[in-house]
């Protein structure tokens, strides 16, 4: 276990020199995240004083871009994806085969170091957005609304690890997974509650929605959070997620399997 | 004068030849970014499309409105993307390989080979899936744009194109302060999110900070009211062709205070 300490430890490092980045990456995130906020306040408006759209109000509708935020620096994956494609592309896992060292726990190190070093670094200015906005950041209902909430983001910060894991283990049989890495992204971004809360959607499109991983990426725990997802729906809902993050592990474990034994140490 | 044009002009059709090379040596990778891209910008317009079940206008901006204008976004992007992008991007490459001492060395302008040494073909069929999408809008629109209309339009999407690269280039000169620039493009991309905005949603501080500082305000939504008959004043006008003068001289300005800061690597 011990080992597997040093390597956050050195993730954390590593990932500092780089602060400068992470700074940047947080300012320019809030833009189009303002820009967002703008565009609902104006259609708000347009609508007339207290209206609602889907069951959000204006303030629930800020208050859900604020969360959204926020999930989305606890659980986003980084660079890992690429970093995972470029080590099997450019032979550099052959060393992991050699040493006592699980290569997925040791990427995991790196992914929660990653996400540690992206908050201490965000922290401040994602805080100070947040106060900007206090009057419109709703806080969660009770204690137990909170846990399952921090519980549901634990599971989505998996999920999005072992998801972007086993995409990168596509370079094992395709030169250039970047493209993929794209596409899914593009997936992911719609239809996790990016964009926009999944509720608003025609009710057809959202119940189908929920046949898919994505609202486990980061739509299931805002919406715990907010209140909307309560009672039997939220236990059913943490099954399911729990049930998609164990499948995405278990395809992580198998394309990592199948992968080695194609692998021919390309420059290693 | 004539002599020097002509000239660049031959170097540039070098630069293409080569591009179109290089990507032919991977087309199946070729297909699949326009297929990303397709994606992305599929994307964008559901985001509208969601957005208009719950209203009929942000501000004076009317659902088909906006998509002509989520068109005429993709439409410069792309455009900015073919010519310009992988080079501003492969500026902070240049600089960290030291390979930037070839590129000072050759009897050209520095800052147009740097700018114009690749061509991404890709983003010539990627504007094309913009222009459809606005063919489409204008119908719904009932606009039947006359030819000065699209000549207009062109020559201020071509401003526009300006300000995209004089601003990437700008941002890209950075990498010689700090050599890892990656987190850039990807700032950049944020950028592009605004630029596609109906600007009347905007107000105040972030208004006059993305018209007259960052003009992305200005980028796509002046060449898209001149198309659908929105410009209400000619200071539009003004401002965006004056912006985009204002960004390529600040630009320069800024190439040549970090050209001297080069110190090339140890190779």
Redesign the interface.
């Known amino acids: 276990m011990k080992k597997y300490f040093h390597v956050i430890n050195i993730g954390i490092q590593n990932n500092l020199t780089?602060r400068?980045?992470?700074l940047?990456?947080t300012l320019?995130?809030l833009?189009?995240l303002?820009?967002m906020l703008?565009?609902w306040?104006?259609?708000y408006e347009?609508?007339g004083a207290g209206s609602m759209?889907?069951d959000y109000s204006l303030a629930q509708m800020i208050s859900y871009y604020l969360l959204v935020s926020v999930v989305d620096a606890l659980t986003a994956v980084n660079e890992d994806d690429w970093q995972i494609a470029t080590d099997i592309k450019d032979g550099n896992i052959s060393q992991f085969l050699l040493k006592p060292i699980d290569y997925l726990a040791y990427r995991f190190c790196l992914f929660v170091s990653g996400r540690l070093t992206y908050l201490a670094v965000a922290a401040s200015p994602l805080a100070l957005f947040i106060l900007y906005f206090h009057k419109y950041f709703v806080l969660p209902a009770d204690f137990t609304t909170l846990g399952w909430f921090l519980l549901s983001t634990a599971l989505t910060a998996l999920l999005q690890f072992f998801m972007s894991y086993t995409m990168a283990m596509l370079a094992f049989w395709v030169?250039?997974v970047s493209?993929?890495i794209?596409?899914l992204f593009?997936f992911e971004?719609?239809a996790s509650g990016h964009?926009?809360p999944l509720n608003?959607?025609?009710r057809g499109v959202e119940q189908a929605l929920y046949f898919t991983p994505f609202p486990y990426q980061l739509y299931f725990p805002v919406s715990i959070y907010m209140g909307k997802t309560s009672g039997m729906d939220l236990f059913r809902g943490l099954l399911i997620q729990a049930a998609w993050t164990t499948a995405a592990y278990g395809l992580a474990r198998f394309a990592w399997r199948r992968g080695i034994k194609k692998y021919s140490a390309v420059g290693g | 004068m004539l002599a020097t044009l002509n000239r660049y002009l031959r170097i540039y059709a070098a630069l293409w030849k080569n591009s179109v090379t290089r990507e032919m040596i991977?087309k199946s990778?070729f297909l699949?970014?326009i297929?990303?891209e397709l994606?992305?910008f599929g994307?964008q317009l559901?985001?509208i499309g969601?957005?208009y079940?719950?209203?009929d206008?942000?501000?004076s901006w009317t659902k088909w409105q906006v998509v002509m204008l989520i068109g005429a976004s993709h439409f410069i992007q792309q455009i900015f993307q073919a010519f310009f992008l992988i080079n501003c991007t492969n500026l902070s490459e240049l600089i960290r390989t030291g390979k930037m001492d070839f590129l000072l060395l050759l009897p050209v302008n520095t800052r147009f080979v740097v700018s114009l040494r690749q061509v991404d073909l890709g983003g010539f069929v990627n504007a094309t899936s913009g222009l459809a999408v606005m063919a489409y809008a204008a119908r719904r629109l009932d606009l039947f744009p006359g030819f000065a209309h699209v000549l207009g339009f062109l020559g201020l999407c071509a401003a526009g194109i300006l300000i995209h690269y004089s601003l990437m280039f700008l941002l890209a000169s950075i990498s010689f302060w700090?050599v890892?620039a990656?987190?850039?493009v990807?700032?950049y991309y944020?950028?592009f999110?605004?630029a596609r905005?109906?600007d009347?949603?905007?107000?105040g501080l972030?208004k006059v900070m993305f018209t007259f500082a960052i003009p992305m305000l200005l980028v796509s939504n002046v060449p898209v009211r001149l198309l659908v008959n929105k410009l209400t004043s000619p200071l539009y006008l003004v401002a965006l062709l004056a912006m985009s003068v204002i960004c390529f001289a600040v630009s320069e300005w800024g190439w040549r205070m970090s050209l001297r800061r080069y110190t090339s690597a140890s190779s």
């Open positions: 780089y400068f980045n992470f940047m990456r320019f995130g833009i189009p303002v820009a703008y565009v306040r104006t259609i347009g609508k759209v889907g030169l250039e493209t993929f794209f596409i593009a971004y719609i964009l926009f608003i959607l025609p | 991977f990778n699949l970014w297929v990303v994606l992305w994307l559901s985001l969601v957005l079940l719950h209203t206008h942000i501000g700090t890892r990656q987190g850039m990807w700032g944020n950028l999110q605004i905005m109906p009347e949603a905007f107000r972030f």
